[in-house]
């Protein structure tokens, strides 16, 4: 799709709940995205909200999104049933530097629904695990009811080494209590061949980010995914910058040590 204004219908098959205020839908069709990447979903005279696909982007004939009601358009979205319609337009942006992780150990960083734009990630990395050095994901959360995609958590681990912390206590041993930043401090990385994917609350970021770079971690190596409000997805509003940056053009996926000092501008 080209990065314009038209928008195409895609008839919701599914939904599932999968948190608080959490939905999981799957549409029919075909969506062409690099994950990392995000797509425009609106409800005609509603409104119109930034999502990344959440499904394997190889997936010919359906995809996924995962929206948490939290505000007039979301909640719209999240009260749509099967056999409804959304509108959507693109994807837009950059996605993840799949190229530059071959031959790399991959550290994965989620904060809560941060782990949306990471998993059409984690499916591209083990149907070609060959290519890869060591995966690590790290995943921080609520509780255990605001944990996504359980059920995918549980079959990687089979593959990639999973760390889940959750702030609440849970008697269920799969799961950590703490902070995300806690398994991060302590943690032994070969900084010559790793490279850091970070997605999650802005909050987060700067606690993540020394954490890696405490372990000597070059900001070169260390990319991250913002969100920010969107209007049109294509740098028109500018509604999304950072500093000199636009998060729907230059963005989502910045390299660290290239924002790093347009942060919080």
Known sequence: MKNNFNTKKYEIITKEKTGPAIYNFVLSGQLNFSPGQFIQAGIPHIG????APCSDPDQKNSFELCVRGC???TDAITKLLPEDFLNIRGPYGNGWPIEKLKKKDIILVAGGMGLIPLR?????L??????FNKISLFGGFRTKEHVLFEADLVKWKK???INIYLEQLTND?????G????????????TKKSIALICGPEVMVPFV????????????QIYLSYERRMECGIGICQHCSIGKYLVCKDGPVFRYDQIKEELGK
Do not use: C, Q, V, W
């Open 48 to 51: 119109e909200a930034t999502f």
């Open 71 to 73: 505000g007039s358009t």
């Open 120 to 124: 059409p990630l984690i499916f591209k």
């Open 126 to 131: 083990l149907k070609n695990k060959r290519s």
């Open 159 to 161: 593959s990639i080494d």
């Open 173 to 177: 041993s799969f799961y950590n209590h």
């Open 179 to 190: 902070l995300i930043t806690e398994p991060l401090e302590k943690m032994k990385i070969n």
């Open 209 to 220: 980010t020394k954490a890696l770079s405490e372990r000597g971690l070059p900001d070169d």
